[in-house]
């Protein structure tokens, strides 16, 4: 089994250079994985981690059953193709394939059974008595896929493999490597910057940006859902077209107008249920993204199309089987200039248009994508954060879609109207909202439950639902929010508590028995300064600082220590706090403490008054540098 598995992978390269954060990932044996992005995003440091040529920061990188992060590369069981192909140029192709194994002391009628197999999946047969310099870029770049195969690895890595190719023989390459995914039956890891190739050959292509991953997805929800602007503005071509204005909810209509033009254009209603109520009152700026071929010129389209606009046509590119119109929803617009009202419509006909000329364009308007201006993160999510529904407060009484809720005693709510904000994973089956399922979507593994309820729509993410099905459902209480307006008047309870500390060294004097003498002998052991108070610092924390922080940095960098209010105790000495409130939910209760003038949420059974002193299960804390953001357990 080549499974792999990234859990909270970071790199630091010694210059301080944060090349990957937080890279988190669980690849499947088998899978065809691509990492793309940007130059500089940190797709190359990633693969070279796992291959081992370079060092973890921090985080947890397992092959098969085997935590590797430790693990010399040549024992992990992995090979690796290269960009610049790295052929010996004395060797023959023979050779330069056989190289690996007859370092490993292969037997040499399974060096030869090996290296003629891999010769024969890639073509190059005829060529094995020739010298890499005689063989085209294609054929060396064969070579040294062949030294990769012949390693029978668990996983192969590809950085760039294609990029010295000139663009046909790209193509070929494209399909040949595809091919031998299928036919080696390996985990493959490709990298590239190249969208068309990561759309034509990944199973799941990661995006990456400055060391992020933005998403992780298979090619066609990449197009279909990208998550952010970034994401919907690198994958296709040519990109996708991006115009900013403004929506504003009309009944059961959404009206979206355009800077630059006056097109208005009404959409029901129904299609931002899962949009936050805010973007929809007219006065946020929201970005507008329409693929170019999800915009025609047809007039048999324009004529049946309830979103029209204007497009003064400046110019086109004949590219054979389709043609990109480029213009201006602007009457201002050159359609040369990049700008939020320049648009590029791609057309499969010939069409006669000349420069100038003013035409009606009808948009796909289930093909729209809409972002947030200042976040860029898309404000139309497959799965919502949150239900955001009106509601009322009476006498501590929350009604909303016709249902009633009792607020617990945690939550003061004065009479009136509000917002009700529930998190789509906050309601689990059973309780007092009878309702029925319309609908179930798988999305990224999770199942998404749309419930009919008062007229509108309510999502849920459960398990075991199906569509047409009658359930009851409630929620968790201390996971919502009310605002009054943009006033959030009641707020989730933290699911984190937070503390600041350090790690230190102290030095001991202990009296120890040495061949029946007590002798008083110096020792170091290392503490967590957590807050105001000392504990004894597991190995476990203190060796990994050490390690990913080196000895001297260890000790000097600001910590934040991180647990569920679930794994703190009162005890008799520990972080001391004062208690501010007692926080009754009904069926779990919590104190909410003052430390140091932060807050910090602990669970209680009883209620809990004064001051207090706080221990946080040090098993389960975890350990965050502050200053470079970087979680090292
Ligand atoms: P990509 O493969 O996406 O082009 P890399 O992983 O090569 O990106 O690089 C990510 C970032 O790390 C870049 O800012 C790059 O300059 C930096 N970087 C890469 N290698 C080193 C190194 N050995 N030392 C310092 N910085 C590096």
């Known amino acids: 089994m080549a499974n792999l598995s990234l859990k909270h992978i970071y790199k630091v390269y010694p210059n301080g250079v944060k090349a990957v954060s937080d890279f988190n990932m669980e690849i499947e044996d088998k899978e065809f994985i691509v990492f793309v992005g940007p130059s500089g995003c940190g797709k190359s440091t990633t693969l070279r981690m796992i291959a081992g040529l370079e060092d973890i920061t921090a985080g947890e990188l397992t092959i098969g059953d085997t935590v590797v992060n430790d693990v010399e590369p040549k024992d992990r069981d992995i090979a690796m193709v290269f960009q610049n192909y790295a052929l010996y140029p004395h060797m023959t192709v023979f050779e330069n394939i056989a190289f690996g194994l007859r370092l490993r002391k292969l037997p040499k009628e399974e060096i030869n059974k090996r290296v003629l197999e891999a010769a024969e999946i890639l073509g190059i047969t005829e060529y094995l008595g020739r010298k890499p310099k005689e063989m085209s870029g294609g054929q060396r770049q064969r070579v040294s896929l062949g030294r990769a195969i012949v390693r029978e690895p668990k996983v192969m890595l590809l950085d760039e493999p294609l990029s010295n190719l000139d663009a046909k023989l790209r193509t070929a390459m494209r399909s040949e490597i595809s091919k031998l995914h299928k036919r080696l039956n390996t985990t493959f890891i490709y990298v590239t910057h190249d969208q068309i190739e990561a759309m034509t050959m990944g199973t799941r292509i990661v995006v990456m940006k400055e060391g992020f991953v933005q ?24 990109q996708m077209n991006f115009f900013e204005g403004t ?4 009944g059961d209509v959404v009206e979206i107008a355009f800077f630059g033009t006056d097109a208005r254009i009404s959409v029901p209603y129904t299609y931002f249920y899962k949009t936050r109520p805010d973007y929809l009152t007219g006065e946020k700026t929201v970005t507008i993204g329409l693929r170019a071929e999800d915009i025609s010129l047809d007039p048999e389209v324009v004529s049946k199309s309830a979103a029209v606009v204007k497009v003064k046509v400046s110019h086109k590119e004949e590219l054979g089987n389709e043609t990109l119109i480029y213009g201006d929803i602007s009457m201002e617009g050159d359609g040369f200039t990049e700008s939020n009202t320049r648009v590029i419509i791609k057309s499969y006909e010939d069409v006669a248009l000349t420069p100038g000329e003013t035409v009606n364009a009808a948009l796909d308007l289930d093909k729209v994508h809409l972002f947030d201006k200042e976040t860029e993160v898309s404000i139309l999510p497959r799965i919502p954060e949150f239900n955001y529904l009106d509601c009322e407060a009476r006498g501590g009484v929350l009604t909303f879609l ?4 009792r607020l617990p ?7 009136g109207n509000y917002q009700l904000l529930i998190p789509t994973d906050a309601f689990r089956l059973g309780g007092d909202i009878g309702l029925a399922c319309v609908e179930t979507e798988v999305v990224g593994g999770k199942t998404l439950c749309s419930f009919e309820l008062g007229g509108r729509r309510l999502f849920a993410l459960l398990e075991g639902v199906h569509a047409g099905e009658q359930v009851r459902l409630s929620f968790d209480p201390k996971r919502i929010s009310v605002l009054r307006g943009t006033e959030e008047v009641v707020s989730p309870l933290p699911s984190v508590a937070s503390f600041d500390g350090m790690l230190k060294k102290v030095r001991e004097v202990r009296e120890v028995e040495k061949k029946g003498k007590i002798k008083r002998k110096k ?36 910590l934040r220590f991180e647990c569920s209010p679930y794994d703190i105790t009162f005890a008799q000495e520990g972080v001391s706090a004062t208690v501010e409130e007692f926080l009754d939910y009904g069926t779990e209760r919590f104190v909410r403490c003052n430390v140091g003038g932060k807050s910090v949420v602990v669970a209680t059974a009883e209620p809990v008054e004064g001051e207090v002193h706080l221990v946080p299960d040090l098993d389960k804390l975890a350990v965050i540098q502050s200053d470079l953001d970087i979680r090292i357990i």
Not at 402 to 405: E, I, R, S
Not at 551 to 557: D, E, L, P, Y
């Open 215 to 238: 998403q992780i997805d298979t090619p066609k929800n990449l197009y279909h859902y990208p998550i952010n602007k970034f994401v919907a503005g690198f994958i296709g071509t040519p």
């Open 247 to 250: 929506l504003t909810r009309k």
């Open 402 to 405: 016709g249902q009633t809720f």
């Open 409 to 415: 005693p945690a939550i003061h709510l004065d009479d």
């Open 523 to 558: 020792v170091v052991e290392f503490r967590l300064a957590i807050e105001n108070a000392l504990f004894n610092a597991p190995e476990k924390i203190s060796d990994k600082l050490i390690t990913v922080l080196s000895v001297h940095r260890a000790f000097t960098s600001k």
